[in-house]
């Protein structure tokens, strides 16, 4: 038979004992916080399983990372989902000092991104986490960005760097490229983050390329050039 309790104090914590050798989620005590959060337990007849109100999850934990470091479970944890996302490629770099043309550089590409399920199995004590950097700006002598940093969860899955935009050198007036979009691997679902916008340029004028946009949203904006 299950049995509910609800927790109706906001300044205790409920703390759950099992008797004895019994566990409770494997553990010797269950303890929360959440106010007027309800949970059910259940005996096997040797433990005791904790599910939450309606079978909803008993609690969502977010860690984000933005640099490098590792990711460990909160206690309990049964599943949870990763995102991961490349760095962006550099932008192209122009030179003009020729004073005779107009020069601008592509956009870099976005890195792409991998979304997971995984189960505390897979996870296990913890997983490293590897955020990559964004590239380099293409040197004002014309060079190309450089390539963005891969961004890997453990071994589990990789999101890559996004390509530079090419640069464009002095006493030269066409169009240059942007970098391609990063790939993502091994993920539940992978997205290839967008390909940075080509960049123009003459005597009169241009723009330089906008950054590709990756699952988070838009790029770096380009800029005009008179």
Known sequence: KPIGIKKISASNTVTLDADGSDTIDGAATFA????????????????WQVH???????????????????YTPTTRMKNCIVFSTGGGGGGGGADSTDGTSGNSGGGGGAGGTCIELFT??????????????????????????????????????????????????????DAKSGGAGGAASNGLINITGGGGIGAIADIFGGTSGAGGASFWGGGGIGVGIL
């Open 120 to 173: 505390s199995a897979q996870i296990g004590a913890s997983q490293t986490v590897t955020i990559g950097a964004g590239g380099i700006a293409g040197a004002n002598t014309g060079g190309t960005g450089g390539t963005g940093g891969n961004t890997t969860f453990g071994a589990l899955h990789t999101a890559s760097g996004g390509a530079g935009g090419v640069g464009s050198a002095t006493a030269v007036n």
């Open 52 to 70: 939450s109100e309606y079978g909803a999850f008993a609690n969502v934990n977010i860690q984000a990372f933005t640099a490098s470091g590792t």
């Open 32 to 47: 929360w916080t959440n106010d007027d959060q309800v949970f059910w337990i259940v005996s096997d007849g040797a433990n």
